[in-house]
């Protein structure tokens, strides 16, 4: 009971900090909007009600520009967040999240590749193709991570990781001739690669809220095996979880809510290195209670970078440089510590 009281607790102050800075953000910016005017701007689209004295220019400012980018960040570091509470959950590793397995960088490549069809005359319309290339690029990389993983029958960490590493190498050079071949056009592909939510729109929103939502739930559902598998292969397959089908099931879910995010705000990395990281020392090792959880404080954390360079920073830095920049010195920190323990890279 007491557990349980304290999860609730954990959820609702991470739940109710979030909507707090999201009513934040929509006031920051080159137009200043207060907070009561955000929120009557908000029940007045959602309610249908009329606005008593607010320019027209903030509701649309608010409405169409801040409002879904404030979500679409929301939406995409909580998709990173869960994704990568699992992957560290399913290969034992706290140094995994999505570009481990490779599944980030072949969603890119699959994205950059319709990029570089419509700079050389393809039309495609990007709102449907992006994101579908993205997702194939992202399955088709499981998919061969998988088959070179193959020949270890339980698919161990160590394997996947490998095979994931190589895969993504393959990919990065791919990605590297798809830029040659944008010759003069390719900072259309190096700004998104960098990744970007200045572009997103309500159709974007759209399009994460229902991966994000299913993807999360399905983890969720999971997080007991999952905790069961924190106990090794051995003891998990002795209390009857199927590891090969459980690491199947959550690679597809994760790599298909991964594909989706990169699809919309391109590359942004060590959000799902990260949150689960943070929070494993703040909440504990529980998944019930890590996944919900890395979902809100995976949104913080991209919301908050998002603010800052959208409305702080003189000008507007790609959002993946923001957060590589966080990330990779506590990346490194991190790999320390495990070296002065006496652990492996893996």
Same mark, same amino acid.
Not at 155 to 167: E, K, R
Not at 268 to 291: S, Y
């Given at each position: ?10 959820? +609702? ?8 800075? =999201?009513?934040?953000?929509?006031? =920051? ?12 701007? @908000?029940?007045g689209?959602? !309610? $249908?009600?009329?606005? @008593?004295?607010?320019? *027209? ?6 409405a169409?520009?801040r409002? *879904? ?6 939406l ?7 994704s990568?509470?699992v992957?560290?959950a399913? #290969?034992?590793?706290?140094l995994?999240? +999505? ?6 960088? %072949? ?5 950059s ?6 700079l ?9 193709? /992006?994101p579908?290339?993205? !997702? ?20 161990? +960490? ?5 095979a994931?590493v ?27 690669? =960098?990744?970007?939510?200045?572009g /997103?729109s309500?159709q974007?929103v759209?399009l994460?809220?229902?991966?994000a939502?299913? %993807?999360? /739930?399905?983890?969720?559902?999971f ?13 998990a ?5 199927n590891?090969?089908?459980? $690491?199947?099931i ?10 989706l995010? @990169?699809s919309?705000a391109?590359?942004?990395? !060590?959000?799902?290195?990260i @949150? ?10 529980d998944?019930r209670?890590? /996944?919900p959880?890395?979902?809100f404080?995976g949104?913080i #954390? ?8 959208r409305?702080? #920073? ?6 993946g440089? #923001?957060?590589?920049?966080l990330?990779?010195?506590?990346f ?5 510590r ?5 652990k +492996?890279? !893996?």
């Amino acid at each position: 009971m007491q557990n349980r009281r304290k999860a609730i607790l954990f959820v +609702s102050l991470h739940a109710t900090l979030l909507a707090a800075l =999201m009513a934040l953000a929509a006031t =920051m910016g080159f137009l200043s909007v207060s907070v009561s005017d955000v929120l009557q701007i @908000v029940t007045g689209k959602v !309610f $249908r009600l009329p606005f @008593v004295d607010i320019d *027209p220019v903030a509701i649309s400012v608010v409405a169409d520009v801040r409002l *879904p980018r404030i979500a679409g960040a929301v939406l995409v570091g909580g998709i990173l967040g869960v994704s990568g509470a699992v992957f560290q959950a399913i #290969l034992l590793n706290p140094l995994a999240d +999505s570009y481990t397995l490779g599944i980030s960088t %072949g969603a890119a490549f699959g994205a950059s590749l319709v990029i570089v069809m419509q700079l050389f005359g393809l039309v495609l319309p990007p709102a449907i193709s /992006i994101p579908l290339f993205a !997702f194939l690029g992202g399955i088709g990389t499981l998919i061969l991570v998988l088959y070179l993983a193959s020949g270890d029958r339980r698919l161990s +960490s160590t394997s996947l990781i490998l095979a994931g590493v190589i895969v993504s190498a393959i990919l990065s050079a791919a990605i590297g001739f798809l830029k040659f071949l944008a010759d003069e056009q390719v900072g259309i592909i190096i700004f998104w690669l =960098m990744g970007s939510l200045s572009g /997103i729109s309500w159709q974007n929103v759209l399009l994460l809220m229902p991966a994000a939502c299913i %993807g999360s /739930i399905l983890a969720f559902f999971f997080s007991r095996d999952l905790n069961i598998m924190a106990t090794g292969e051995r003891a998990a397959s002795a209390l009857g979880v199927n590891t090969v089908r459980l $690491r199947l099931i959550l690679l597809a879910g994760c790599t298909f809510m991964t594909a989706l995010a @990169v699809s919309v705000a391109g590359i942004i990395g !060590f959000v799902g290195l990260i @949150v689960p990281h943070l929070l494993r020392h703040l909440a504990g090792p529980d998944n019930r209670l890590l /996944i919900p959880l890395s979902f809100f404080a995976g949104g913080i #954390l991209l919301l908050i970078a998002d603010t800052i360079t959208r409305a702080v #920073l003189p000008a507007e830095v790609p959002i993946g440089v #923001l957060t590589a920049l966080l990330g990779g010195p506590f990346f490194c920190i991190l790999f320390k510590r495990r070296q002065q323990d006496g652990k +492996s890279g !893996f």
